[in-house]
T-cell receptor
Framework: EPEVTQTPSHQVTQMGQEVILRCVPI?????FYWYRQILGQKVEFLVSFYNNEISEKSEIFDDQFSVERPDGSNFTLKIRSTKLEDSAMYFC????????????FGAGSRLTVL | GQQLNQSPQSMFIQEGEDVSMNCTSS?????WLWYKQDPGEGPVLLIALYKAGELTSNGRLTAQFGITRKDSFLNISASIPSDVGIYFC?????????????FGAGTQVVVTP
């Protein structure tokens, strides 16, 4: 069964450092997303991406965050200068054109900011 | 702001019992989804609902899209140990863009033999 692959599975970083989380979505999916889940809290929408541009972003997705699809297969989330409160599980997700609301999630990347 | 309330927060049940959980929203949704999340994993889709009143089954799981479009429930019949996990409802409000889902806080299910 096609799956969404995320790397790294866990990253520990110092506050202020840049972090890039990587995702390989399902090959024929056209919509891409990042969600995050702070420990013990709800899964929250960060950003949606379609046709090489951001479709929508949440209030969480401030200037410290950026997304990119650099090579047609990878989809990355960059946090320029991490803060303690960025510690969370970050999930990449994707969907097809016809089933745009049915998201397939990756296993997540756990980010720990010290 | 929009709120999505899921209950119960947790359930401790014996193997073979049925489980029921529900979500209510302050907004009208055009899609309801039910996901299961195992520890250290991402949410895995169980059932997707697209129409008010729709009742859909997936094995021992049954979910319904409420006729008011503001609620949904999930039932698990004859629970087994592998049903253990956290179950999330998620939905897309009519005012939100494609793929922007709101998630419930989750229902943790524990099944004892």
């Amino acid at each position: 069964e096609p799956e969404v692959t995320q790397t790294p599975s866990h990253q520990v970083t110092q506050m202020g450092q840049e972090v890039i989380l990587r995702c390989v979505p399902i090959s024929n999916h056209l919509y891409f997303y990042w969600y995050r889940q702070i420990l013990g809290q709800k899964v929250e929408f960060l950003v949606s991406f379609y046709n090489n541009e951001i479709s929508e972003k949440s209030e969480i997705f401030d200037d410290q965050f950026s997304v990119e699809r650099p090579d047609g297969s990878n989809f990355t989330l960059k946090i320029r200068s991490t803060k303690l409160e960025d510690s969370a599980m970050y999930f990449c997700a994707c969907s097809t054109r016809t089933g745009a609301n049915v998201l397939t999630f990756g296993a997540g990347s756990r980010l720990t900011v010290l | 702001g929009q709120q999505l309330n899921q209950s119960p927060q947790s359930m401790f049940i014996q193997e073979g019992e049925d489980v029921s959980m529900n979500c209510t929203s302050s907004s009208i949704f055009n899609t309801w989804l039910w996901y299961k999340q195992d520890p250290g994993e991402g949410p895995v889709l169980l059932i997707a609902l697209y129409k008010a009143g729709e009742l859909t089954s997936n094995g021992r799981l049954t979910a319904q899209f409420g006729i008011t479009r503001k609620d949904s429930f999930l039932n698990i019949s004859a629970s087994i140990p592998s049903d253990v996990g956290i179950y999330f409802c998620a939905g897309q409000a009519t005012t939100d863009s494609w793929g922007k889902l709101q998630f419930g806080a989750g229902t943790q299910v524990v099944v004892t033999p």
